[in-house]
Nanobody, 128 residues
Framework: QPQLVESGGGLAQPGGSLRLSCAAS????????IVWFRRAPGKEREGVSC????????NYVESVKGRFAISRDNAKNTVYLQMNSLKPEDTAVYYC?????????????????????WGKGTLVTVSS
């Protein structure tokens, strides 16, 4: 059974860092674009960052640019989200999701429609 499992969430102080991991089993991630989403309390789910199957195309939501960095290690079947300079407004459940990348994809997208697989999420709390 294919699955994605997030880890690395927890409590961080404002200005601190966390690194999230998204580990896949049952599927080979090198066919997939990976997207990180988050859902903050009382808010809609939003796309945070995406990375194409080769890592050659990356995108971020404006609010995390310059603070978060997405990367992938296809040999380990894992995608990472390094989160620095964390703010209280980054508090959310973070999910990774995967969709099969089209051969002619120009840019990865952070739309939650059309994902093939979802993880169950990991909670990130930023508080002093």
């Amino acid at each position: 059974q294919p699955q994605l499992v997030e880890s690395g969430g927890g409590l961080a102080q404002p200005g601190g860092s966390l690194r999230l991991s998204c580990a896949a089993s049952g599927i080979a991630l090198d066919y997939y674009t990976i997207v990180w989403f988050r859902r903050a309390p009382g808010k809609e789910r939003e796309g945070v960052s995406c990375i194409s199957k080769t890592g050659g195309n990356i995108n971020y939501v404006e609010s995390v640019k310059g603070r978060f960095a997405i990367s992938r290690d296809n040999a380990k079947n894992t995608v990472y989200l390094q989160m620095n300079s964390l703010k209280p407004e980054d508090t959310a459940v973070y999910y990774c999701a995967a969709y099969v990348e089209a051969w002619n994809q120009a840019m990865c997208v952070m739309n939650d429609k059309g994902m093939n697989y979802w993880g169950k999420g990991t909670l990130v709390t930023v508080s002093s």
